[in-house]
């Protein structure tokens, strides 16, 4: 798009995995005390983080999660189960230490940081609460673009200094959360898009409509679909025009985070549709992203199947805030120690064949 | 049966999960700061547990393994990818810290504790292995019973004993871990009796075998029910006859944790059929089980059904020494903290509808 202001780092290229370690990790899972693939696909994860880290011996002790909340004008058209009021409230939640993703944050000594990008009601000021507000929520997208080329702009950035940050704190794997009341359907509207499928086919209950519920979400996507297709030439405007601030700061922090060189484990079906993003505006983001469930959500499996991508978890979990991805770290973690800690055939003579 | 010596103990009742607990929880669960059923399997982890260990704050930060480990008669039909000297060199790796469930058991902060119930190889004396051998493994099920009624009621009180030991030692939850070459074939077999189900519908490569592999496999398993389902009218009889030590430890652990009221979380293929085999033997077991994952063994599945068991992870995963339960444990954990620590609606003060 020509009338569209690129967004120049988007453009710089994701770091390479490094291939010898890979092929390090893959000959020592070989050497290890157990039948040749016996550890099914926590042999995999090993394999790629070692050739991620650049390491024989992967680790993701030190694991950084940012959430990053918004509002989003579509939220008027009735597409959730609660109203908007909540965005804030869970705010405050996260910053009490009695949401979800705290009290994981905490069983895996994660850090955890909290940015709102844009809630329409008044938080009041928060201990460990970033205020980047952008707006009192995106634009309602049925009637407008959600957000301003600006915007856009801005809460990439935003994505991209959260990843930098857990990089300076030498974190070895990154999370993004997300909460927004209507951010499904932002994240509904913005897959179809991206995905060239109907609304029909990617949108579900979300955080708990009935079925009725779910049909008025289908048809609110469809006419932001009418309004918007036709402008939509790149994944930058579709993310523009039908993303939410959330969405685009993951989809900044995903791509941030692979420039870097930084891990980022996916969470459910928002995370995704902004890692396809992410992987639309830079295609070599993909090795950096690792997928860590599988959601309630029906619209997840199209997406998961856009992103080739086989999460490790199938839990029918659909909270967000990087729940899912925070639940899979001890996956991770455990995947490493087998890797590193057990003995070779060698080591403990064991016979093999 | 009237010519078999029952095990008395066997028909002790299980303890009863606790009802009351297991609704408080439940109503806990729908006060949490997410939308009603937004964990999806983890809630129904916690209220579980809950009902199992009769609290409102379920918790599985003590967890005791035990590694039962014997040998087949079995192996000499050529039924493993190993030799069968690999029990005895895995049992010296189980001592020596090397296998994966030495490397799980000490990155979740669990006792493991080893029992040699019969290795055809000697390991000689080693710290931290239980010498209780029954003999140089049972005897080859395709000429004679796998085991004599002594030594099947041997190996089930050690698996008693074990469950006893990590109650005495206060553990929140049993894992129980087998190793054993050819004991895929055993618990095929088993299985096959157990489920009226035929050999060529359950058995698969074990550790590795390849397409001929498991066609003698089934042949073997064939054999062995040829001879003995006639003479199997009772469980106890099928694991006499078509068990392994292990397999028969594994059984009574499980009976003797339903006994006491402490829930065991069940590994894979192995497990899960000594787990068919308790419940067939004290039926009111099977609350106390929990299912950790699916095996890439193809039989499970068939086993798991059996079970109308749904386990939590699914990732390929085919080793066995308690490995897949060990991997499962900390999603138990986070399960606990989410159920234990997470905000109400009403504590954080946020919007319900």
Redesign the interface.
């Known amino acids: 798009m020509n009338d569209v202001t690129a967004i120049e780092w988007l453009d710089i290229p994701a770091a390479q995995p490094d291939a010898d370690a890979r092929q390090a990790a893959a000959a020592r899972q070989g050497e290890?005390?157990?039948?040749?693939?016996?550890?099914?696909?926590?042999e995999d994860v090993a394999i790629h983080l070692a050739a991620l880290q650049a390491t024989a011996r992967p680790c993701v002790d030190r694991v950084h999660i940012t959430v990053f909340a918004g509002d989003h004008g579509v939220a008027a058209e009735g597409v959730s189960?609660?109203?908007q009021?909540?965005t804030a409230?869970?705010v405050?939640?996260f910053a009490?230490?009695?949401?979800?993703i705290s009290?994981?944050a905490?069983?895996l000594g994660a850090s955890l940081e909290v940015i709102n990008l844009g809630t329409a009601f008044d938080t009041g000021p928060l201990d460990g609460v970033k205020d980047y507000r952008l707006g009192p929520g995106t634009a309602n997208f049925t009637a407008q673009p959600a957000m301003t080329e600006h915007q856009l702009a801005q809460a990439m950035a935003a994505g991209r200094h959260a990843a930098e940050r857990a990089r300076l704190a030498d974190a070895q794997l990154f999370i993004g959360g997300e909460m927004g009341i209507g951010n499904t359907t932002a994240a509904t509207a913005l897959a179809c898009v991206l995905l060239d499928a109907k609304a029909e086919s990617l949108a579900g209950p979300g955080?708990?409509l009935d079925h009725v519920g779910v049909a008025r979400k289908v048809h609110v996507v469809q006419r932001a679909l009418d309004l918007h297709l036709r402008s939509v030439t790149s994944a930058q405007e579709a993310l523009r025009r039908l993303g939410g601030f959330e969405i685009a700061a993951l989809a900044g922090s995903y791509i941030a985070c692979a420039h870097m060189g930084l891990p980022a484990l996916v969470d459910g079906f928002i995370s995704s549709v902004a890692a396809l993003a992410a992987i639309r505006l830079c295609p070599s983001a993909d090795a950096w992203l690792l997928h860590s469930h599988a959601s309630?959500e029906p619209g997840h499996r199209v997406v998961l199947e856009a992103l080739d991508a086989r999460p490790?978890?199938?839990?029918?979990?659909?909270?967000g805030e990087g729940?899912g991805a925070?639940?899979a770290v001890?996956?991770l973690?455990?995947a490493c120690?087998?890797h590193n800690?057990?003995?070779t055939f060698t080591?403990?003579?064991?016979?093999?064949?």
Do not use: I
């Open positions: 290890l005390t157990k039948p040749p693939g016996a550890l099914g696909r926590l189960a609660f109203p009021a909540v409230e869970m405050k939640n009490r230490g009695g949401a979800a009290v994981a905490r069983a955080t708990g309630a490790l978890l199938d839990l029918e979990m659909r909270l729940s925070a639940v001890p996956l973690r455990m120690a087998l800690e057990m003995a080591e403990a003579s064991v016979s093999t064949q």
